[in-house]
């Protein structure tokens, strides 16, 4: 069991030592390099989510995660932002305190609030070091900004701010692209997105659609529809949108000092003496209307006066969505292999409704409840109907029930069984996650029934990821690890050398309990993270 006051000294002396302030990324890098002044600007008031990495130049994993982290910055450009912060630089250091840092690396995902100007979430992010879980991390925690647009609902989302500027996608899919969701940021408060499913007869004989995916826009009022014909590409799609109103900047812009006044170089002692009288005339101003208020509200008023410079950030206490494999190769990567262990999924159908939103909703929360906990848990997923992988392995699995909305199933490939979850036979409505709850910890502890899964359905690892053993070589040990009494004595820290320094200080020691002995002991033997994958940039280009 760690001690928190040892992880806290431990980490003090380590930031004592001399060492290089050079931040680990250069300025070519595609990883946005952020520190404590300008954090609440770029990230925490952004409209977009970020993922950040708080790390040390001297820290070995940090250095590890570097190429995979490069990796996800590149895939997530125009999505999402990718960004860090060099903890080891004096100045950074109360920030990086601030924000909960123990150890190197640690990455949060930054998501903006659900109103606007309200603080953002910030969540730790606790999966695999490889860009394509990073990457798959971050598109899951965008923002859906996108209408969803139906045969009855139609009418009410054409008439309702007819002056204002629409755009409709036309798509064959039944979910909302990372793509998609990032253009609906941009434009957000400027022009309506929504999204339109093939299935929706009226909606695209009304504007004569005939292939699938067709962007319209509607410039509002009586103009006619444009329909666009360019690549599906992030700016060029945002290039045509302009058109009818500009997206909004991010960053915002940094607001000019002296009252707004921007200063210029053959002008500067006019505008700092023009900023000097209207820094006068405010304070005046404020003198008197606080002269005018209750003395009881005098300490409030001055306190509020002098806002802070960056705001607290808000940590997530409450369950996000289970990540979703949209594609098939994902599914066989996650849960197939002749090495994947222990995944739970969840496969929801074309008509999907109440229900498999309870079913989804329990499964977050159990996770949640899980990692708040500390305790070990195998991931769960969602696969939509639009996989085309999830038809065929419910086939095999003799799962393929028209009128099911969802099903859910614990699959280990690499031991080879599953279990279904009937939630008929038990009378789960999903009202609550207790009944599901009591499944997951059955095949926590190894209790129950397992089916042999039948062949044809696990795939070799070496044939799906031939980078496997490198990336098993490149890091063999946990990003984090444990910190002991013994590294944090005095003696200790005199035997820290550069060569020594690249150990991590975290604040959490790996520890598994009886109950789940299992699948600690199948995570142990599974490969480990760690360097870059196969692009994944493409999967969310796609509409």
Same mark, same amino acid.
């Given at each position: 069991m760690h001690h928190p006051t040892l992880c806290a000294l431990a980490v003090g002396i380590l930031s004592a030592l001399p060492g290089a302030q050079a931040g680990l990324y250069t300025k070519k890098s595609p990883v946005l390099q952020v520190d404590g002044k300008d954090y609440d600007r770029l990230i925490a008031k952004s409209n977009q989510t970020s993922i950040v990495e708080f790390y040390a130049p001297w820290c070995g994993h940090c250095q590890n995660l570097k190429p995979a982290y490069e990796k996800a910055a590149k895939n997530l450009e125009g999505l999402a932002k990718v960004a860090a912060v060099n903890c080891d630089d004096d100045a950074n250091k109360p920030f990086c305190g601030s924000m909960g840092v123990q150890g190197f690396p640690t990455l949060k995902i930054v998501r903006p609030g659900k109103k606007a100007g309200s603080k953002?979430?910030?969540?730790?992010?606790?999966?695999?070091?490889?860009? +394509?879980? /990073?990457?798959?991390? @971050? !598109? +899951?925690? /965008?923002?859906?900004? @996108? !209408?969803?647009?139906?045969?009855?609902n139609l009418d009410k989302f054409l008439s309702d701010k007819n002056e204002t500027a629409k755009a409709l996608l036309f798509t064959d899919k039944g979910t909302t692209s990372a793509l998609l969701k990032s253009v609906a940021i941009d434009f957000l408060d400027v022009i309506t997105v929504g999204q339109v499913r093939n299935t929706q007869s009226k909606a695209v004989s009304t504007f004569g659609i005939d292939k699938f995916p067709t962007l319209i826009l509607l410039p509002g009022g009586d103009a006619p529809g444009i329909v666009y014909d360019g690549e599906i590409k992030k700016a060029a799609m945002v290039k045509f949108l302009s058109q009818a109103g500009q997206p909004n900047p991010d960053p915002a812009p940094a607001k000019a000092k002296n009252g707004g006044k921007k200063d210029s170089k053959k002008?500067?002692?006019?505008?700092?003496?023009?900023?000097?009288?209207g820094s006068s005339a405010s304070t005046k101003a404020k003198s008197t209307a606080s002269a005018s208020s209750a003395s009881s509200s005098s300490s409030s008023s001055s306190s509020e006066t002098s806002a802070p410079t960056q705001e607290a950030p808000v940590i997530v206490n409450t369950a996000l969505p289970i990540p979703t494999l949209n594609t098939p190769e994902k599914l066989t990567k996650e849960c197939l292999t002749s090495k994947s262990n222990t995944c739970v999924l969840a496969f929801v159908s074309a008509t999907s409704g109440e229900k498999s939103q309870k079913a989804l909703a329990n499964l977050a929360e159990l996770?949640?409840?899980?990692?708040?906990?500390?305790?070990?848990?195998?991931?769960?997923?969602?696969?939509?109907?639009?996989?085309?992988?999830?038809?065929?392995?419910?086939?095999?699995?003799?799962?393929?029930?028209?009128d099911a909305e969802i099903q859910i199933i614990a699959i280990n490939a690499r031991r080879g069984w599953w279990r279904h979850y009937d939630s008929v036979s038990v009378a789960d409505d999903f009202s609550s996650h207790d009944k599901l709850e009591a499944w997951i910890d059955a095949i926590r502890m190894g209790e129950g029934a397992k089916k042999k899964l039948p062949e044809g359905i696990v795939i070799e690892a070496s044939s799906v990821k031939t980078e496997e053993e490198e990336e098993s070589k490149a890091e063999k040990a946990k990003p984090e690890e444990a910190v002991s009494e013994e590294e944090v004595t005095p003696e200790a820290t005199k035997k820290v050398t550069k060569d020594e320094k690249e150990a991590p200080v975290t604040?959490?020691?790996?520890?598994?309990?009886?109950?789940?002995?299992?699948e600690v002991e199948e995570e142990s033997t599974a490969p480990v993270d760690p360097t870059p994958e196969p692009e994944t940039a493409a999967a969310h280009d796609e509409l």
């Open positions: 953002p979430m910030v969540e730790d992010y606790q999966g695999q070091r490889t860009a +394509s879980a /990073i990457v798959d991390a @971050v !598109v +899951s925690r /965008i923002n859906n900004h @996108v !209408v969803k647009v139906e045969d009855k002008d500067s002692k006019k505008e700092k003496s023009a900023s000097s009288a996770a949640f409840k899980h990692a708040h906990s500390n305790r070990k848990l195998f991931p769960f997923y969602e696969i939509p109907a639009s996989n085309s992988g999830a038809a065929s392995l419910l086939s095999s699995l003799d799962l393929q029930k028209d604040p959490e020691a790996s520890e598994a309990t009886a109950v789940e002995k299992e």
